[in-house]
């Protein structure tokens, strides 16, 4: 470790030294200073010495480059910004600027020598600033003795080892090119401190984790994912309550990743974890989830819409306050009347619709629309009304109108905004389009004829064109190239709906010939035609008696849709249903050999390798005959590089996903075995991963607990069948009426296949010969990552076996335990909030 010394005790080889540090080569020394020397001087930087963090000044904004004394992530290409000093007071001037520990011991952002624009706050002198590996910065006395350490002044991100107290709350920043403390907090609740809450404004709490519940926050499982993150919280629901979080290593033995949560400048607390084989950072948890539920997000007069990509508008009528701000994405300061006026006797009502809002005052009254009209336009200070048009009651609003959005999602309501508006403002705005569309009409009338003739000579050849590389590219399939029209036809207008998945909708059909489909409509953008034509060719040549059939395609502009046989008896989650339909062991026993098989099929028997990467119920289609129809296979494929977009959307996929989805490990073929294991146990019990807990007597039936708790099948199911009690785990509605040599089987390809080391894992095409009893199973060794969520009380799945003796689903104790993230998350909610990013 280098020591840098005071220039008065300088000789001159190190006054050389001392130069070049002051032309920015301190980076290459290490971490520590001593006072009197630069920590910073204009571009230098300081790395931790593991060079996992650097230290130093940084401009978020290339247009208008201001500058931040700062610590960001040195180890990954994209610059991520988790601490900021002078976040009020950025520097103009870089070359003149520099960070120091003055002669009374402070470390100082200094602009010039008149101008200090940031201090750090400590009460005894340090002699010593030091970048620690966990992103730290400290300053150190005399003796040693930490004085001031960043950490207790964080600004958007909560790191590994950051404590958090009522005293200290992670903000966001302004808008992502302004870190600037924004109106979003993220803090312990108080009085109690049990808990954290977001706030906006400091006031305004709009979204809270539940109580601590000594493991866990009761509302979020998610933030427990045990082999990433260890919690601790001491002295909880106290004045001097104390919480943080640290990294545990994996099993796999490589370091932990990269994690961090952020309090986003949406409003929103997400959490990242960094993957090093896609470069790129997976957020797998984020709340609120709608950024429409953030309190105050759009400001005064703000429509939020979750649709667009920029989630605020301005009303008709009304622009934004703050242009700047709006176009860089700060939001906060709303819209305002097209003209400064505040208010006009020539005023009009606009109709917004059945909204939600916060904010203003209301008053209501009784009357028809127009007598309402009548009073607000009577006191300048009545921004507009509600009105139900069956009650005939309105309401007159006063203030501000925030959190504006649409109910549609919500269940709507009679009740109807109207928003006071300049009269004219929007006619003239109308007038304009009107004036310009006349012209650009008469325009393009002087030129039609031409045009409609050009137009007619490409088409004509674009058809020809397309239909030679069409009998260029269907050389060797049976593939059938639709019309989107042709497929509007068969479905009535996409009218019957069959289900919904991540990767699109699918519709009932019927073809002219009087044939039953299944159309898939993609959730993807158009574009790159050529190349989606080849991969659907590609999976239409791949041909398996367990594989849904791909009979045709539709590649029409925009339109994605594929066209599939329609499978008769429906998805297999139907029949894992308590009130659904039942099988029997014969057609169970059938159906996990033939799903097995066109696993087996695309991983090992395909020119290339498929992985499917969404194995469950859902997608093991039944024909006629119940014979289990793999479906869904090679879009992945298909979707290319939006599949990390796709896998986003499903949010159904609760306890199917593979712990090496989120640990940052590359996804093999063995992440589709660990699906298939967890969608086998289903299919053995009867019942989904996530349901009320068994009976006290371990039975399989199970009664809803109190308080409609939900409680995690698999580690129960696999202690159950280790331990040779698989009869427990059989479906009660079998009455008993089953093979129990194929029973145990099922259950042991089961355990196997969820191991959490998928080095454990058989291949697909052993599991096929462990069912068929060609190859004998053996007793498997306990998952650990599924004991994890019976572990200790951490969670919901402690129950009590007929020897009334308490089971964790551990197997046995002193275990070591952890947790896969897709079954984790499955416990607090009905969905699966994991962001995973994928190139297959």
């Known amino acids: 470790m280098y020591r840098i010394l005071s220039p008065s005790m300088l000789s001159p080889t190190t006054t050389l030294l001392f130069i070049s540090l002051l032309l920015g080569h301190i980076s290459d020394l290490g971490c520590r200073v001593v006072s009197s020397s630069p920590v910073i001087a204009g571009s230098s930087t300081i790395l931790s010495d593991s060079k996992t963090f650097k230290l130093g000044f940084f401009s978020p904004n290339s247009e208008k480059p201001t500058w931040y004394f700062g610590i960001w992530y040195a180890s990954i290409p994209t610059p991520n910004y988790v601490w900021v000093a002078n976040r009020e007071s950025p520097v103009r001037n870089l070359s003149s600027s520099r960070v120091e520990i003055t002669d009374d011991g402070f470390l100082a952002v200094i602009e010039t020598e008149e101008l200090v624009v940031w201090k750090s706050t400590n009460t005894e002198k340090s002699t010593e600033a030091k970048l620690l590996d966990d992103g730290n910065l400290v300053l150190l006395s005399e003796k040693g003795k930490m004085v001031w350490q960043s950490f207790d002044f964080p600004a958007d991100t909560w790191l590994p080892g950051m404590n958090i107290t009522k005293e200290k709350s992670i903000t966001c920043w302004r808008s992502p090119s302004d870190p600037s403390p924004g109106m979003y907090s993220l803090r312990l609740k108080p009085p109690q401190y049990g808990e954290f809450e977001l706030v906006f404004n400091g006031s305004n709490a709009y979204w809270s984790t539940g109580n601590w519940t000594g493991n866990a926050f009761s509302g979020v499982p998610q933030m427990t994912i045990k082999y990433i993150y260890k919690f601790h919280f001491d002295d909880p629901f106290t004045p001097m309550a104390s919480f943080w979080y640290t990294e545990t290593s994996l099993d796999s033995g490589l370091p932990p990743p990269l994690t961090r949560f952020q309090m986003d400048y949406t409003g929103q607390l997400k959490q990242f974890t960094w993957w090093p084989q896609t470069e790129t950072w997976n957020m797998f948890w984020s709340q609120p989830e709608s950024p429409c539920r953030v309190y105050g997000l759009c400001g005064n007069l703000g429509f939020c819409n979750n649709i667009n990509l920029k989630p605020c508008e301005c009303l008709s009528g009304f622009r934004p306050v703050d242009d700047e701000g709006w176009n860089s994405k700060d939001y906060s300061g709303g819209c305002r009347r097209e003209s400064d006026k505040q208010c006009g006797e020539d005023d009009q009502f606009e109709e917004v619709g059945a909204v939600s809002f916060n904010g203003a005052v209301t008053v209501l009254s009784s009357g028809s629309r127009s007598f309402c009209e009548g009073s607000c336009l009577g006191n300048c200070s009545c921004i507009g009304l509600y009105h139900n048009g069956r009650t005939n009651l309105c309401k007159n609003l006063y203030g501000s109108l925030l959190n504006l959005r649409n109910l549609t999602s919500d269940g709507t309501d009679e009740d109807v905004l109207y928003v006071r508006v300049e009269r004219g403002s929007i006619t003239k705005k109308n007038n304009v389009n009107m004036r310009i569309l006349g012209a650009s009409l008469i325009g393009l009338m002087a030129v039609l004829a031409l045009f409609t003739l050009i137009l007619l000579v490409l088409r004509r050849r674009r058809e020809r ?77 791949i041909q398996h008696v367990n594989l849904v059939r791909l009979r045709g395609f539709c590649s ?90 796709v896998l986003t959307m499903i949010r159904g996929t609760r306890g199917y996903v593979a712990p090496e989805w989120i640990s940052g490990v590359a996804i093999t073929a063995k992440a589709d075995v ?98 068929e009893g060609i190859v004998e199973v053996v007793m498997p060794p306990p998952p650990k990552l599924l004991q994890a969520l019976v572990s200790g009380e951490s969670f919901r799945g402690v129950v009590v076996d007929s020897s009334n003796r308490t089971s964790t689903g551990g197997g046995h104790s002193g275990d070591n335990v952890g947790v896969s993230g897709g079954s984790l998350s499955s416990l607090g909610n009905n969905s699966l909030a994991v962001d995973v990013n994928v190139d297959v």
Request: with cysteine; hydrophobic share 40%; glycine share 12%.
């Open 465 to 541: 064109r397309k239909k030679e590389e069409d009998d260029a590219v269907f050389p060797v399939t049976n593939l059938k190239l639709f019309s989107y029209k042709e497929l509007q036809t068969a479905t009535r207008g996409f009218s019957e709906k069959l289900g919904h998945g991540g990767f699109g909708v699918v519709f009932r059909g019927e073809l002219s010939d009087s044939s039953p489909v299944a159309v898939k409509r993609l959730e993807r953008p158009g574009g790159a035609e050529k190349e989606f034509r080849a991969e659907v060719c590609t999976i239409g040549n």
């Open 556 to 645: 029409e502009n925009s339109h994605r849709l594929l066209v599939y046989d329609y499978m008769q008896n429906g998805p297999l989650s139907v029949y894992l249903r308590r009130d659904g339909p039942n099988l029997s062991w014969d057609v169970r026993f059938r159906v996990a050999i033939g799903m097995a098989r066109g696993i087996a099929y695309l991983h090992e028997e395909c020119r290339d390798c498929i992985i499917h990467c969404d194995i469950k119920p859902e997608n093991i289609l039944l024909d006629g005959e119940f014979i289990a129809k793999v479906s869904d296979f090679g879009l992945a494929k298909l979707i290319g590089r939006d599949f990390s977009r």
């Open 674 to 771: 660990y699906s298939y294991g967890m969608t086998l146990l289903e299919l053995i019990s009867g019942r989904r991963n996530v349901e009320a807990p068994p009976s006290a007597g371990g039975g399989g039936g199970g009664t809803e607990a109190s308080g409609g708790e939900k409680w995690f099948f698999p580690p129960w199911a696999a202690l159950q069948i280790i331990e040779g009690r698989v009869k427990a785990v059989v479906d009660e509605r079998l009455g008993g009426i089953y093979n129990i040599a194929e029973a145990e089987r099922l259950g042991l390809v089961a355990v196997w296949c969820i191991q959490d080391d998928e080095a454990m894992r058989p291949t697909m095409g052993m599991v096929v010969k462990m069912l």
